[in-house]
């Protein structure tokens, strides 16, 4: 069974850095490629950064380029996402995602990742 779990959200101020993490079950880490969405409140849920199985092919959405930085730690099952320079707009529910099926282009597997987290919040107060 795949399963990703998320962990490191929380609230900080504008300007502010939080590290996300995520663990995937079992030896299938490397065969997979990870990443993250968000969702606020009201709105869709919207691709924000992925990296390939190999860890060579990485992918950000236009709004976090300079201030995201997605990495995976082959020896800890464990994909991070450092989030620097946060806006209160970012304000959201940060899910992990897996899937080994979909390229790296419009927003990577959309609303059809293989598997997902069960989310963490990430408040950025004003």
């Known amino acids: 069974q795949v399963q990703p779990v998320d962990s490191g959200g929380g609230l900080v101020q504008a300007g502010g850095s939080l590290r996300l993490s995520c663990a995937l079950s079992g030896r299938t880490f490397s065969s997979y490629d990870m990443g993250w969405f968000r969702q606020a409140p009201g709105k869709e849920r919207e691709f924000v950064a992925a990296?390939?199985?190999?860890?060579?092919?990485?992918y950000y959405a236009d709004s976090v380029k300079g201030r995201f930085t997605i990495s995976r730690d082959i020896n800890k099952n464990t994909v991070f996402l450092q989030m620097n320079s946060l806006k209160p707009e970012e304000t959201a529910v940060y899910y992990c995602a897996a899937d080994r099926a979909s390229a790296f282009v419009n927003n990577w597997c959309g609303i059809y990742c293989g598997y997902w987290g069960q989310g963490g919040h990430v408040a950025v107060a004003s």
């Open positions: 990296i390939s199985r190999s860890g060579g092919n990485i």
